[in-house]
């Protein structure tokens, strides 16, 4: 699961992206914006990196201006491709709002781990508690477990 550590935390004034395809992450950063880190966080909640998404059509930026309340549709439909893109590229709620229709996680062009593991949990109706168990009691240490894994 990726570590996503937003807003204000007690011990630090920085927020911390992490992309949740390529684990690529503002760590350092003091104060960074998703649009200076080219990253979106969907409606569903996954951040994603600019290079993991299909640009964005212009009926996505249509669909996206009339779900924000401080646009007016009608005044946008009749402006060029360009200018709309521009609009909603400079306004930081679509870094925010990216729509879960174009996040490859959320229409699983990319399948991470957890979803993985959440499938094959269902499918072999395997409980995690008991193979933690099961793990902790035929291994002792994680490089034990690497190499037992490893020659079956």
Known sequence: MAKIRTGFVSNSNSSNYVCDICGNSDEGSYDISLRELKMYQCV???????????PLERADYIEFIK???????????????????????????????????????????HINDDTILTY??????????????????????????????QNK
């Open 67 to 109: 779900k924000c309340d401080h646009w007016d549709v009608n005044d946008i439909i009749s402006m060029e491709d360009e200018e709309i893109i521009e609009l909603c590229e400079n306004d930081y709620s679509i870094r925010y709002n990216f729509p879960k229709t174009n996040c490859p996680i959320c229409n699983l062009k």
């Open 120 to 149: 094959l949990q269902q499918v072999l109706k395997i409980d995690i508690n008991t193979v933690r168990k099961q793990i902790r009691t035929k291994y002792s240490n994680l490089d034990e477990f690497k190499e037992g894994i």
């Open 44 to 54: 569903g909640g996954h951040y994603i990196c600019e290079s993991h998404t299909e």
